[in-house]
């Protein structure tokens, strides 16, 4: 599938275009009586958006209650742990809209790895109820990417299992082994629209090998992610971009 790739100048502006898409998104579900259902990414990309959504200009105007949140992983730390992604999330974002409460499904970080896996896995089947082949179809996906290609909690080499487990797994970070659940590309290549969210000149050189080079899905997890039915989106900022200029 040939993603599209969107520059902006910088992360300000990709963080507009991000918070109108899911304004329009939310506002088109409360429509037509439908969930706006979004699985965030963790790490720290996704702050800019988060301040943008609780904004003056956001805030007001999108209809929360239709908007229901999950993640696309977690690290295995309790929520108001500082690596926590909910925690992020909670400071930046839920605290300062009207999102009900019942809206946020958050991964227990702080449970049982494997039991929180399987759980959230049945968590999500509750909520997009059985879906096409069983799998829940998020209406967005955001992803970020890691330096090392990997994407959600999905590190390189140890990748290959994912194909066929279920819909969430247990991995570990391959530097801290900090343990994470991540959800699998089973859910990402099952949603209607997937944005990868990337920025920073850091991150150059391993945006040029994902969408600049034909590079093995093994060792670069986020070339996994190809939504069968859906929109794959490379959302950058020009420095994350430069690489490819
Ligand atoms: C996590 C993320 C991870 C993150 C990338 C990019 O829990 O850390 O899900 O996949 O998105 O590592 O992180 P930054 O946005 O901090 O560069």
Known sequence: MKPEIRVFQNREKLAIA????????????????????????????????????????FRQSIPWSSVHLFWGDERCVPPEDMESNFRM??????????IPEKN???I????????EAVQYGEKMRG??????????SFDWVILGLGLDGHTASI??????SYRDLGLCAVT????SGQKRITMTPKIFNQALRVTFLVTG?????????????????????????????????????????SALR
């Open 18 to 57: 991000v918070a109108k898409d899911w304004k329009e998104g939310a506002q088109q579900a409360t429509r037509s009586g439908n969930k706006f259902s979004v699985a965030l990414c963790g790490g720290s990309t996704p702050t800019v958006v988060y301040r943008c959504l609780a904004g003056e200009e």
């Open 89 to 98: 999330a909670q400071e930046l974002l839920i605290d300062h809209v009207s």
């Open 104 to 106: 946020i499904n958050r």
């Open 108 to 115: 227990k970080g702080e449970a049982d790895p494997i039991t």
């Open 127 to 136: 909520h997009f109820g059985s879906g096409e082949k069983g799998i829940p």
């Open 155 to 160: 590190f390189p080499h140890a990748n290959s």
């Open 172 to 175: 570990a970070h391959p530097e």
């Open 201 to 241: 000149k850091e991150k150059a050189s391993i945006v040029k090998d994902i969408i600049g080079e034909d590079v093995c899905a093994e060792n670069y997890p986020a070339k996994q992610v190809s939504p069968v039915g859906g929109i794959l989106q490379w959302w950058v900022d020009e420095e994350a971009y």
